[in-house]
Nanobody, 127 residues
């Protein structure tokens, strides 16, 4: 069973940047697409972005397009979410997740295709 641990969250002023990391242990994620989701207080979990298992393709929710970038380092078993130009609306707990099926990049916006989830890291953007 793969365990995922997010880090890199914190308090940042509006307009600032953060880089979140998602480190995997207990197994490989080299062949699994990886997603990032977030949940703000009183709101439902929402898709942030995802990266294909090969790392060749990324997809983002409209809220993060042009501001967020997802990359992966399979040797380090780590996935990154670089967030720039942060606003108060980005305040949330951010979770990473690994897709259940290997070599499969379909439906990455759906949380139901992900099998393993991290506990999350808090991102707070002050305005």
């Amino acid at each position: 069973q793969v365990q995922l641990v997010e880090s890199g969250g914190g308090l940042v002023q509006a307009g600032g940047s953060l880089r979140l990391s998602c480190a995997a242990s207990g197994g490989s994620i080299s062949y699994n697409a990886m997603g990032w989701f977030r949940q703000a207080p009183g709101k439902e979990r929402e898709f942030v972005g995802a990266i294909s298992w090969s790392g060749g393709t990324t997809t983002y929710a409209d809220a993060g397009k042009g501001r967020f970038t997802i990359t992966r380092d399979n040797i380090k078993r780590t996935v990154y979410l670089q967030m720039n130009s942060l606003t108060a609306e980005d305040t949330a707990i951010y979770h990473c997740a690994s897709k259940r099926a290997r070599w499969d990049d379909l439906n990455l916006r759906s949380p139901f295709v992900y099998a393993n989830w991290g506990q999350g890291t808090q991102v707070t953007v002050s305005s």
